[in-house]
């Protein structure tokens, strides 16, 4: 049995076609692996609070040394981490927001990116603890940043495989709808894109 964790960004609801193509990676994992467990994570409904110098200084004191509001910030923290490290796959929808991710997803990294928990320093420098998972992202976006000369502009894809890269993760898959505002691609990209999953 395999547990799933599906991360929703977009703000927007029945017209976002992140939503759209996040549940179709879930629903052909579904065919492959019928017993999954599915945990969602929609940042827009429950939003973490942008990072503030209450939180860094709760990440940074030892947890036998927290205030009562501290201990409730480390235990929300932890929460949400509890949830990657239960995890065997996870999916992030992550649509393109002026060349990055949107700022509930970059909240939720500030949230998640713990030493300790999410990785740790030794004498190598960095590892990532969260080992053996593998990663969906379900990236939409109005132009088409996969190839062409708009590609160095995308910092959302490049952006999360490099915090689960730190994080230890490096099974990636990425599945794209673009061109969604592109007249004669727009028609047919999230079609496109939904046709373009395959699971391993």
Do not use: C, W
């Amino acid at each position: 049995m395999k547990n799933i964790l599906h991360i929703i960004s977009s703000p927007r609801k029945e017209l976002s076609a992140s939503r759209k193509l996040g549940t179709a990676v879930i629903e052909k994992i579904q065919e492959k692996y019928p017993d999954v467990i599915v945990k969602e994570r929609d940042l827009t409904k429950n939003s973490v609070p942008l990072l503030e110098e209450k939180h860094i200084n709760t990440f940074f004191t030892p947890a036998e040394n927290h205030s009562p509001e501290q201990a409730e910030i480390n235990q929300y923290s932890t929460d949400l981490i509890s949830e990657l490290q239960e995890a065997d796959i996870i999916i992030i929808d992550s649509p393109m927001y002026n060349f990055s991710v949107p700022a509930t997803l970059r909240a939720y990294f500030d949230f998640t990116s713990r030493a300790g928990y999410t990785f740790k320093y030794d004498e190598n420098g960095p590892k990532g603890l969260l080992n053996d998972k593998k990663l969906y992202i379900a990236f939409t976006s109005g132009n088409i940043y996969s190839e062409g000369p708009y590609q160095i502009f995308d910092s959302n894809v490049p952006y999360i495989k490099n915090v689960f890269g730190f994080y230890g993760v490096k099974d990636v898959s990425v599945f794209r709808a673009e061109g969604l505002a592109i007249p004669g691609i727009m028609e047919t990209a999230l079609e496109k894109g939904i046709e373009s999953i395959v699971i391993d």
